[in-house]
Structure formats: structure tokens, C-alpha cells
């Protein structure tokens, strides 16, 4: 595109193009600055989206852009996909949706890397260090490529949610892992034997999947955390190869951010990365483990029984989980909630780091209903208020709500934080039966005493609950 250009313009261009990619890491950097609250994650995802422009254009006019043609058709037809994607996706779905743009992110990173290798004659010309960034861009960004794709197999559920195990498979991830190194060593000291080359990337494409199937549906937002990471760092790493400046800040601050998240997300678990990795926690919900002892009755509630308590309470607190995911029950509850605040009672969501499919699954999803986001609080701000809560609606939530977690030492769950509902006057829980959560075990708090179970669809009980509340 440069030849269209006046010479006295060509002989600042280079200057120019390093002060707007400066100009769109600052969007970047703005932009995930904003996303740390919903009130202003709108604005700080379409800053994201104008830097991503910014960056878009500017490579137009660097000097290793030779077809303006197919740059133009990528950028139509990745634009389409992309839109028509975001467009008809369910808000119910994006954790898949975000998996798979995790694992889009790995195989370009890869491609760019494997392009850039693959277009120059003299594979020798590179030094060391490019051929080993090379070698580094094609593992991660492939394992995360199918590393991905397994995360959405197991969260659309034609792929078992359970951790699919078998013995040695922890000795051969970490083995492969080892290998891989040894093989990057190997391709950067001979790069014209391309056995190795090939060899890299059937082997980062075979620990993407070893890697993640072992990891249960309990842990996906983990999975999802990391894998993002992942993505960051293999685009950061093609930046090194390109030599593009503005690829290697923004992959690096995404690979940061994933990284930041995925600690978070496993303190909130009270485990480690290690354990989440390599401990194949977070099965099928047939696993045994430590269950509610003693008494095993259960009170059941209805519809027009719950309404009254409800409409009379002071105080609401609603804990949503999973279940109300798959329900799609978002909408139903924010009407429950309307109808609770016109009477004068006090509405709250207690929100935990881990619930649902991906982080912050549960903010994304009260986010389409509406919810207003002062009313959504994180488990840190609603722990001390269950004391003075009078009802405390539990919606597809299970293990973030186990009391197990401070009370059974050899549980897998124990030492987990979880959202203190046993501390209000009364629980009500919205499940389709008395199964256990991916954790495996048994919940004592559907059997206590001031806890009542509401069983059927999240979303028609609600909405005979809505109903309900006319009458009282």
C-alpha cells in the first residue's frame, strides 16, 4: 500500500506507524482497565475494539504488507463471521463462544509463525532466538487451538464434562511438555530439518488435548482463564517473529490478565493451577467422596408457599449458579426481583468467582437481564450479610454453597470459599432433583433445617413464582 504514497511522506511513515501502534496499546491498556467493573465494561471493550482498529490500519501501510487484496478479504470475511457469530450466539452459550475464540486465537498465532517460516528461502537467515520464538508461537498457539476446541466439546457437551482420565496420563503430558522443549532446542540449531519442524506441531496439537480432557466441567472457568492466557502469549510470541511491536504489548497484556484471572479463580477454589491441571477434579458428579451424614429430610416448598414468605421478607439475597445458565432463567428472575423491590423488600445477588462455565459467567448472563449492577455483589461483600438475610434463593448452585467446604477435612472441596447462605433464616433451593454438584458430593444443606428445596426447571418455577407473587 505504500507505493500509493508521496515520497516525503514514506520518509516518516516508519515513525509514524510506532507512534499509532503506541497510540493503540494505550486503547488496550484503557480498555482492560475499564473491564474491571460492569458499569464500565461496555466502554472498555469498544476502547479494545477501536485500538484493535488502530493496529488493524496501520499494518496496512508497514512495508511487509505486500497484498492489500487478501488483507482486505480476511478482514470482510473475518468481520462477517465474527459479527454474525456475537449476533445470534445465546448468552446462555458464551463460554463456548469464548473457547472457541481462544482457540481461533492459538491457531493464527500459529499460522503467522508457521507462515513467516515457511516465506523465507533461507530458513538459516534466522538467528537463534527468532527460530526458537518461532518454535514457541507454533506450541502454545496450537495447544491452545485444540486445547480450546476440547474446553467447547466439554462445555456443548458432545464431548463427556466429566475428567477423562486414564493411568500415566499426567507422566505423558509432562513427558510431551519436556519433549517440546528438547524439540525447540533441536529446531533452533538445525532449522532446515523439517521432521522436526513437523514433529512440533503434531505434538503441541496432541498435548492440547491431553492436557485439557482430564480437567472436569467444575473447572472450565479455570480452563477457559488459562487457556485465554495462552492465547495472549502465543500472539505475543508472533509479535517477536513479525516484529511487530503492538502485537507483542497487547498479547502480553492479555497473556497477564488470563494469568491474573486464572490465580484468582483457583484462590477462589482454594487449590492450586498444579492441582486443577494435573488432579482431574471436577468429574461427572459420580464420583464418591464425603457426603451429608444424619438426617436426610427434605422439606419441600411451593410456588404460592414462597411467594408469601418471599413478598414478606425484609431482606433477598439470590445466589444464581449453572443450573439458572441452562434454564436461561436470567429474565424470569429479574421480574421476581422487580416484583420483591415494589413491595419494599431488599434485593441483592451474591455472586461467586466460580460459578458457572467461565469467569464471570454469572455477572454476563444478570447483565443481559438488566440487572443493575449495584445490586450484584461478590462473595467478599455478601458473606457478612447472609446473618441479616430473611430468604436466600439458591438457583442452580451447588458445590459454591456446600457447607462441606468448611466442615468435612477430607472432602475435595474442603478449604474451598464459598457464599455462607447457611448463615440466613431460610434457604430455598431451585434444583431438578437431589444429585450432587461436579464436585461428587453430597449437599448437607438441602437436608437442614430452615433449608427448603424447590424442585423442578429453573425457569418454569420461577416463573409460577412470578405468578404466585400477583396473589399475595
Known amino acids: 500500500m505504500t507505493q500509493f504514497l508521496p515520497e516525503s511522506v ?70 462477517l463471521v465474527g459479527a454474525v457469530a456475537a449476533k445470534k450466539v445465546a448468552m446462555t452459550a458464551m463460554p463456548e463462544m469464548v473457547a472457541i475464540f481462544n482457540g481461533f486465537g492459538g491457531a493464527a498465532s500459529a499460522l503467522v509463525a508457521w507462515g513467516e517460516f515457511a516465506r523465507t528461502p533461507d530458513v538459516t537467515s534466522f538467528d537463534t532466538t527468532g527460530l526458537i520464538t518461532i518454535g514457541l508461537s507454533i506450541f502454545i498457539g496450537a495447544l491452545t487451538f485444540t486445547g480450546s476446541f476440547i474446553a467447547f466439546g466439554k462445555l456443548k457437551g458432545f464431548i463427556s464434562g466429566g475428567a477423562i482420565t486414564f493411568p500415566g496420563l499426567n507422566i505423558i503430558n509432562i513427558g510431551s511438555m519436556i519433549a517440546m522443549l528438547v524439540l525447540i532446542g533441536i529446531f533452533a540449531f538445525d532449522p532446515t530439518n523439517m521432521t522436526i519442524f513437523w514433529i512440533i506441531m503434531g505434538v503441541s496439537l496432541l498435548i492440547g488435548v491431553t492436557s485439557v480432557i482430564p480437567i ?59 492441582n486443577v491441571i494435573f488432579g482431574s477434579f471436577g468429574g461427572d ?67 461467586h468467582p466460580v ?28 458473606n457478612p450479610e447472609f446473618a441479616s438475610t430473611d430468604v436466600v434463593l439458591i438457583i442452580g448452585a451447588n458445590d459454591v454453597v456446600n457447607p462441606l467446604a468448611k466442615t468435612d477435612p477430607g472432602g475435595p472441596i474442603y478449604g474451598m470459599p464459598i457464599l455462607n447462605v447457611d448463615e440466613a433464616k431460610r434457604t430455598i433451593v431451585f434444583k431438578r432433583s437431589l444429585s450432587v454438584g461436579y464436585a461428587g458430593i453430597d449437599n448437607p444443606l438441602f437436608y437442614a433445617e430452615k433449608n427448603q428445596m424447590f424442585f423442578g426447571d429453573a425457569k418454569k418455577s420461577l416463573q409460577a413464582l412470578n405468578e404466585a407473587l400477583n396473589d399475595v
Open 10 to 79: 514514506l520518509a516518516w511513515l516508519p515513525d509514524a506507524i510506532q507512534l499509532l501502534y503506541l497510540v493503540a496499546t494505550a486503547f488496550f491498556i484503557r480498555g482492560i482497565k475499564l473491564l474491571n467493573s460492569p458499569a464500565t465494561a461496555r466502554k472498555g471493550n469498544q476502547l479494545a475494539a477501536i485500538g484493535m482498529l488502530i493496529g488493524m490500519v496501520v499494518t496496512l501501510f508497514d512495508k511487509h504488507i505486500v497484498s492489500f487484496e487478501l488483507i482486505v478479504a480476511g478482514l470482510v470475511i473475518g468481520g
Open 216 to 274: 472436569g466441567g467444575a473447572d472450565m472457568p479455570v480452563v477457559i482463564s488459562l487457556l485465554n492466557s495462552y492465547s495472549g502469549i502465543a500472539a505475543s510470541m508472533a509479535g517477536f517473529v513479525l516484529q511487530n511491536n503492538l502485537l507483542i504489548v497487547s498479547g502480553a497484556l492479555v497473556g497477564a490478565a488470563g494469568l491474573i484471572l486464572t490465580n484468582i479463580m483457583c484462590k477462589a477454589m482454594n487449590r492450586s493451577l498444579t
Open 355 to 382: 460459578a458457572g462455565r467461565m469467569p464471570g459467567h454469572m455477572n454476563v448472563l444478570l447483565a443481559e437481564a438488566d440487572v443493575p449492577y449495584d445490586q450484584l455483589k461478590d462473595m467478599d461483600e455478601i
Open 285 to 351: 458428579g459420580a464420583g464418591g467422596g464425603s457426603g451429608a451424614g444424619g438426617d436426610k429430610t427434605v422439606r419441600e416448598t411451593s410456588a404460592e408457599d414462597l411467594a408469601i414468605q418471599i413478598a414478606y421478607a425484609s431482606k433477598v439475597v439470590i445466589v444464581p449458579g449453572y443450573g439458572l445458565a441452562v434454564a436461561q432463567a436470567q429474565h424470569v428472575v429479574k421480574e421476581v426481583a422487580a416484583k420483591l423491590e415494589s413491595r419494599g423488600v431488599q434485593v441483592k445477588y451474591g455472586i
